[in-house]
Structures are given as C-alpha cells and as structure tokens.
Antibody, heavy 120, light 107 residues
C-alpha cells in the first residue's frame, strides 16, 4: 500500500524558514517523480514544485522560485521542502504527491497534508 | 507560464444529470491534462490523466476529452458521491498549473 506521510508543518513568523518532510513507502520510490501541492484556506489547489525520479531535475512555481528548495533522498525514501523567506500568502496545507511515472505526470497518490501557518 | 481556466466556477445539478466541466489552457498542452476530484478536508483524487485515460478504480461514468487548449470532463449520470470540487491540471513543460476549480453542488 502506497503511503505518504508529511511532517514538519507549524506556525512560523513572516521571513522565517521551515522544512517539510515526506516519508514514502509501498512503492519503488526512486522510480517516480514527486511533487508538492498546496491549498490555502478556502482556496483552490496550487502546484508548488516537482522533482524527477533521480532528483536531478526540479521545477518550481513562480510564486516560490528562489525561496523554496525541493530535494529527495532515494536511499531513505524521503522528500524535503525547505521554505525560506516565508510570507503570509504561503499559509496553506501542503501535500506531497506521487507521480504516475518517472517523468512529469499527474499525481496518483497524495499524503494527508501538513499545515503551514505564516503569521506574527 | 501556462494558465488554466475552468468553467463554470459553480454548477448546480441533480442526481442523474449529465454534467460537463470545461478547462482551457492559455497555450497548447497536447494531451497533458489531468482531472481531480476533491471533497472537503480530503486530499484530491486523480480521475483522468492524459486528457482521456481513466484512472484505475474510477467509475466509468467519468470521462475526459480534448486536446491542445480545450478539454472537458463529463459525468454521464451524477451520483450522490460526485458532489465535490473538480480541478484540471496541466503537466506540460516541467510545470503543473491547476485550474481554479469547479464546485458541483446539489440543485
């Protein structure tokens, strides 16, 4: 059974940093692209970033480019999203999600989400 | 950047109705389009990928069509479990923009 478990969410002040992690199990982690998608309170889904199966290629939404860093450790089946210079508009539930293939593909499995709140 | 526009934003329908949601891309994305269903407090569920391929386990009343810049999601006969919000997502050119969502409400 595919499982994705996010951790590291919480309350952080504007300008601060936070690292989200996602532990994956139940599939061959190194064979699939992975993504982060967020959802602000009462709003729609927003794609944040995607990383290729090898980790060599990453792509970010313009709204987080230069502030967020997405990485993976295929030896530990984990993802990491380092979020710097956080803003109030980054407040959202952050989902990690598994792609359908090694390349850019839609997300077929999702975690339960981690709440990130940016507020003073 | 590729922008995705869904219509309508809200749709009121009855059980048994045929429902169609449209998604338009600001430039051609070939068939690199997915549809998701989301219920309140839950993670999204993948319904359709590559514009018209049904994800495993998804009821056959869901179907997708289109290519290039215009796409549709059709529910052939709306069931009580289908009242939810639906999103399209393009996954072309190393990005993954979502549409703004369509909420399907009970009429």
């Amino acid at each position: 059974e595919v499982q994705l478990l996010e951790s590291g969410g919480g309350l952080v002040q504007p300008g601060g940093s936070l690292r989200l992690s996602c532990a994956a199990s139940g599939f061959t982690f190194s064979s699939y692209a992975m993504s982060w998608v967020r959802q602000a309170p009462g709003k729609g889904l927003e794609w944040v970033a995607t990383i290729s199966d090898s980790g060599y290629t990453t792509s970010y939404a313009d709204s987080v480019q230069g502030r967020f860093t997405f990485s993976r450790d295929n030896s530990r089946n984990t993802l990491s999203l380092l979020m710097n210079s956080l803003r109030a508009e980054d407040t959202a539930v952050y989902y990690c999600a598994k792609g359908r293939s090694s390349g850019w593909s839609p997300s077929e499995y999702w975690g339960q989400g981690a709440q990130v709140t940016v507020s003073s | 950047d590729i922008q995705m526009t869904q219509s309508p934003s809200t749709l009121s329908a009855s059980v048994g109705d045929r429902v169609t949601i449209t998604c338009r891309a600001s430039q051609s994305i070939s068939s690199w389009l997915a549809w998701y269903q989301q219920k309140p407090g839950k993670a999204p569920k993948l319904l359709i990928y590559q514009a018209s391929s049904l994800e495993s386990g998804v009821p056959s009343r869901f179907s997708g069509s289109g290519s290039g810049t215009e796409f549709t999601l059709t529910i052939s006969s709306l069931q009580p479990d289908d009242f939810a919000t639906y999103y399209c997502q393009q996954y072309n050119s190393y990005s993954g923009t979502f549409g703004q969502g369509t909420k399907v409400e009970i009429k």
